[in-house]
């Protein structure tokens, strides 16, 4: 299973690195990509060693994940990125977003009937049911409401690409009890 994240300058620093520090300890094939080989979050916190979005092929992807954070400014006029969505909900691959991300999907018209979560103040009317709770998923897509969530986010993408054995191993390594 190969996962594309996206991010941009502005990002949530971490609503993006909760879930690719937990992807990376299940093993999963998580490429982190944007415009820049170097991208700075909303909080002044740069991340390095970024895959270029030219450089790749999205296609090539089985899951898309988009964080939130002030980026969603670009992601609502980028039509690389639309593309891209696109592509993921139309092939109906998986997809993950957090936070501000999932009004990106409801602004393109993919969460018309479907089930999500966002930041409380962006929702609108997307045409689907909005849930005031963490973590809502719908089919192919998991939202997330906000950075509080980011984990309990990343426990679904887990659970979604590997199962609940591959997250309970996940949970295991990080002394996660409930």
């Known amino acids: 299973m190969k996962v594309l994240a996206l991010i941009f300058e502005g990002f949530e620093e971490l609503e993006a690195?909760?879930?690719?520090?937990?992807?990376?300890?299940?093993?999963?094939?998580?490429?982190?990509?944007?415009?820049?080989?170097?991208?700075?979050g909303s909080h002044n916190i740069s991340l390095t060693n970024i895959v270029k979005l030219s450089d790749i092929d999205y296609k090539e992807y089985d899951a898309l994940i988009i964080p939130g954070g002030a980026h969603y400014k670009f992601l609502r006029i980028s039509k690389d990125v639309h593309e891209i969505i696109s592509y993921f909900m139309e092939t109906k691959k998986f997809v993950a977003v957090i936070c501000a991300?999932?009004?990106?999907?409801?602004?393109?018209?993919?969460?018309?009937?479907?089930?999500?979560?966002?930041?409380?103040?962006?929702?609108?009317?997307?045409?689907?049911?909005?849930?005031?709770?963490?973590?809502?998923?719908?089919?192919?897509?998991?939202?997330?409401r906000s950075v509080a969530y980011a984990i309990d986010f990343a426990y679904e993408i887990i659970r979604y690409l590997i199962g609940d054995e591959g997250l309970k191993q996940v949970q295991k390594q990080i002394y996660y009890e409930k």
């Open 17 to 40: 690195m909760a879930p690719f520090a937990l992807l990376r300890r299940a093993k999963i094939d998580l490429t982190i990509t944007s415009n820049s080989t170097t991208v700075t």
């Open 101 to 144: 991300a999932p009004t990106i999907l409801g602004m393109l018209g993919y969460l018309k009937g479907k089930n999500y979560t966002c930041f409380t103040s962006m929702n609108e009317d997307f045409g689907g049911y909005y849930h005031d709770q963490g973590v809502v998923v719908d089919g192919n897509i998991i939202s997330g």
